[in-house]
């Protein structure tokens, strides 16, 4: 989500310079003279980093400041993902180069978080020797008193998955911000299920969360300066909250008194402020509709972008993969986003490679599929099989590995080419930005994102972030828009 970034293996170029590769995030030092330190380092999706922020201020709450510098901390959680195998390498790769820290420092706590805790469970404890913690997705709340089971003498497990738990009212601690752009979670869980993935089965069941508190985040993310929101879930388009099913045992009574969609709930966070702009992710493709099209367009504020996974162009894979549309389905939703919101709306997508059985002919639908849309851009990945899966129950992960990376490198070259493509369409045209801080390159530059969502980069003269300014854009790489402001 925005996009899910994840434990990256294969980002475009673009990618690579617009999000610096966010693979890993660590927490930052905060000191307000609690009596631990915590050092938080996340892996996966944006889900996931949204959760870390959950996981600090609960910490907080218990006499924890947060580090970045895991030698000095008390405490130290690896938040995970399991989407590929790749993922869960690169944590246990750190989980060895952990095990070196605390052979000098053996009070030091290690707690695994997340989608790998949920999968593996107590097995990782038996696994890595080293882990005295293993908490899953919907068991931070218990946090505190497994901490407690740990500096007691024992090792702590809770990977119980919730149906209700949304942490509705918990005021995440914003953790690597830009003080202007900031995610909120508004569902938990997933129930489709796609063969290949792993989620349902580390996050649990879909649930929504109270719109009245996702209005009242976005509102207090407004008033601290925050200038844009991006609602997270796995699939946001089955967003639904009713007082009826959802308000049993919420902690407060809400305003909302009907059912809430999701094309509902995009309209009461655009009326938060015409200044606040509101993106999301990820939306599915077989949920997407012409209502949420609609709202987009009513509001100036909510952004002309939508993260729209395909995952391959051939009907007969996505059967397979059990994504529930065809080639045909998907095409038409393309042409409903650009005849309702226009040409100039960013599409973006993920695409898998190489999954069970896909023929030659198979692929070059995905690559035809590519020209059809002409993506902004794509996070692109070769298959991966994963434990417990459908795909991997019933169909055998027969495309050799060189095989799924040929047909990636194929799928990222028409990517590049597309992307470059549609930046040039908008050279000589006029774009609104935020205005998000200094440019990567060159401090003399600020960069932002227009509406749908590319990086621009422009002259820093004396604005400053949070700002927003109209750029005339002048020149452009496969990733990046340049150019200069306008008064
Ligand atoms: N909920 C989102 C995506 C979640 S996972 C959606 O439905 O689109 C993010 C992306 O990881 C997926 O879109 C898919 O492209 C990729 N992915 C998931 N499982 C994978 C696997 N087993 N191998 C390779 N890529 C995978
Ligand atoms: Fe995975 Fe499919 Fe759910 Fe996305 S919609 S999280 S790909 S099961
Ligand atoms: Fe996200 Fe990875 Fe879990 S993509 S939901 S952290 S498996």
Redesign the pocket.
């Known amino acids: 989500m925005n996009n899910?970034i994840?434990d990256i293996d294969i980002v475009t170029q673009q990618e690579k310079e617009a999000e610096a590769c966010e693979t890993v995030k660590v927490s930052e030092n905060s000191n307000s003279g609690k009596e631990r330190k915590l050092y938080i380092e996340s892996y996966g999706?944006q889900m996931n980093f949204s959760d870390s922020e959950i996981v600090s201020s609960i910490m907080a709450k218990n006499g924890f400041d947060t580090t970045s510098n895991f030698e000095e901390a008390d405490v130290v959680f690896l938040n995970t993902c399991s989407?590929?195998e790749k993922a869960e390498q690169t944590v246990r790769n750190r989980l060895a180069q952990f095990n070196n820290v605390k052979k000098k420092k053996p009070d030091m706590m290690i707690g695994v978080l997340g989608c790998m805790a949920e999968r593996l469970k107590s097995k990782l404890l038996e696994e890595e020797r080293i882990v005295d913690l293993v908490v899953g997705p919907d068991a931070y709340r218990d946090l505190p008193a497994l901490v407690k089971q740990v500096d007691d003498g024992q090792k702590a497990v809770n990977t119980f998955l919730s149906r209700e738990e949304t942490y509705a009212d918990i005021n995440p601690v914003r953790l690597n911000s830009n003080g202007v752009t900031a995610f909120i979670s508004i569902m938990r869980g997933?129930d489709?299920m796609?063969s290949?993935?792993?989620?349902p089965f580390t996050r649990g069941r879909e649930r929504s969360r109270d719109p009245h508190s996702i209005v009242r985040e976005a509102q207090e993310l407004f008033n601290n300066g925050y200038r844009e929101v991006t609602l997270l879930g796995?699939?946001v388009d089955s967003y639904k909250w009713s007082p009826e099913q959802n308000n049993k045992a919420r902690l407060e009574k809400t305003e909302v008194s009907h059912i809430v969609n999701f094309a509902s709930l995009l309209e009461m966070v655009a009326q938060v402020d015409p200044d606040l702009r509101v993106r999301f992710s990820?939306s599915?493709p077989k949920d997407i509709t012409n209502e949420v099209l609609h709202t987009i367009n009513r509001y100036e504020n909510i952004c002309n972008y939508i993260h729209l996974?395909a995952?391959s162009g051939n009907s007969r894979i996505l059967q397979l993969m059990n994504r529930t549309y065809t080639r045909e389905w998907y095409i038409n939703r393309v042409d409903a986003i650009r005849s309702i919101i226009g040409e100039d709306c960013g599409i973006s997508s993920?695409?898998?490679t190489g999954f069970c059985s896909e023929t030659e002919k198979e692929h070059q639908d995905t690559l035809s599929l590519m020209d059809y849309v002409k993506y902004d851009f794509s996070?692109m990945?070769?298959?991966?099989?994963?434990p417990g899966?459908l795909a991997e129950k019933k169909y055998e992960d027969d495309i050799p590995l060189e095989v799924k990376k040929r047909r990636l490198s194929e799928v990222i070259a028409k990517q590049q080419a597309h992307s470059l493509e549609r930046n040039k369409r908008d050279v000589g045209k006029v774009h609104k930005v935020l205005i998000e801080g200094s440019s990567k390159r060159s401090d003399q530059h600020l960069q932002g994102r227009n509406s749908a969502n590319k990086v621009v980069v422009f002259p820093r003269k004396s604005y400053s972030k949070g700002q927003y300014v109209h750029v005339r854009i002048e020149d452009c790489s496969a990733a990046t828009l340049f150019g200069k402001t306008i008064d």
Do not use: A, K
Not at 381 to 386: A, G, H, I, K, T
């Open positions: 899910l994840e999706c989407i590929r997933c489709n796609c290949f993935c792993v989620v796995q699939n990820t599915h996974p995952q993920d695409m898998i996070y990945f070769f298959y991966s099989e994963r899966t």
